[in-house]
C-alpha cells in the first residue's frame, strides 16, 4: 500500500521559473492538503480540498496554485518561483472523519 | 483562531531517560488533539491522538491526556530508546470533512546511547 506519494522528492528552481509539484493518494479519502514546513514554524496550510471538484485557500495562499485532477491526485503550482518558496512541501490526505493524517515523504524546494 | 505552542527544542536525553514535551492550545469549542511523528527524511505519521477531554492517547509507550481545564496535551515516555529520536508535533484540528490541522512549531528530540 503506497499511501501518498509525492514527486519530485528535490528540486532546484531559479527565480521566476515555474513547476508543479505532485501528489497522489491510494486510500480513498475524500480530502487533501499542501502544507509547507519551515523551522521553527511548523506546518503551514496552503490549499486544501475537501473533495474532488472543490479547493480553498489556507493560511499562506499566496503565490501558489493547486488542482484537484479527481479523487487521487491534488498537485501544487508555483507560476513564478520566488527565494521565500524555498521550504519542505508535504501533501496529506485526511481520513474523514477522524482527522488522522496521512503524509508524503515531501519535496524539499529550493529557489535560487 | 487556533494556536499551538510547544516547548522549543532541541531536548536531548539519554536512553532510558524520561521524556516531557509540553504543548498547550488556543481553540474554541472542543477540537480533537494529535501527536506526530517525524523521523529524518521522512513525513509526519500520527503518534497518538484524543477526541475529547480528559481522553488519554497511547501509542508506543507514548502517552498524552487532553486537559481541557489547562488546555494542554502534554507528550510523555517512562523510558526512550535511542528509536525515539525525532522531531514532535502537536496539533490540533476538527472532525467531520476539511478537517484543518493547526501544527505547533515541532520538538526535535535527541536519544543517546
Known amino acids: 500500500n503506497a499511501g501518498v506519494t509525492q514527486t519530485p522528492k528535490f528540486q532546484v528552481l531559479k527565480t521566476g521559473q515555474s513547476m508543479t509539484l505532485q501528489c497522489a493518494q491510494d486510500m480513498n479519502h475524500n480530502s487533501m492538503y499542501w502544507y509547507r514546513q519551515d523551522p521553527g514554524m511548523g506546518l503551514r496550510l496552503i490549499y486544501y480540498?475537501?473533495?474532488?471538484?472543490?479547493?480553498d485557500k489556507g493560511e499562506v495562499p499566496n503565490g501558489y496554485n493547486v488542482s484537484r485532477l479527481n479523487k487521487r491526485e491534488f498537485s501544487l503550482r508555483l507560476e513564478s518561483a520566488a527565494p521565500s518558496q524555498t521550504s519542505v512541501y508535504f501533501c496529506a490526505s485526511f481520513r474523514d472523519p477522524g482527522g488522522e493524517a496521512f503524509f508524503g515523504q515531501g519535496t524539499r524546494l529550493t529557489v535560487v | 483562531g487556533n494556536s499551538v505552542t510547544q516547548m522549543e527544542g532541541p531536548v536531548t536525553l539519554s536512553e532510558e531517560a524520561f521524556l516531557t514535551i509540553n504543548c498547550t492550545y488556543t481553540a474554541t469549542g472542543y477540537p480533537s488533539l494529535f501527536w506526530y511523528v517525524q523521523y529524518p527524511g521522512e513525513g509526519l505519521q500520527l503518534l497518538l491522538k484524543a477526541t475529547k477531554a480528559d481522553d488519554k492517547g497511547s501509542n508506543k509507550g507514548f502517552e498524552a491526556t487532553y486537559r481541557k481545564e489547562t488546555t494542554s496535551f502534554h507528550l510523555e515516555k517512562g523510558s526512550v530508546q535511542v528509536s525515539d529520536s525525532a522531531v514532535y508535533f502537536c496539533a490540533l484540528g476538527r472532525g467531520a470533512a476539511g478537517n484543518k490541522l493547526t501544527f505547533g512549531g515541532g520538538t526535535r528530540v535527541l536519544v543517546k546511547p
Open positions: 480540498s475537501a473533495s474532488e471538484g472543490t479547493t
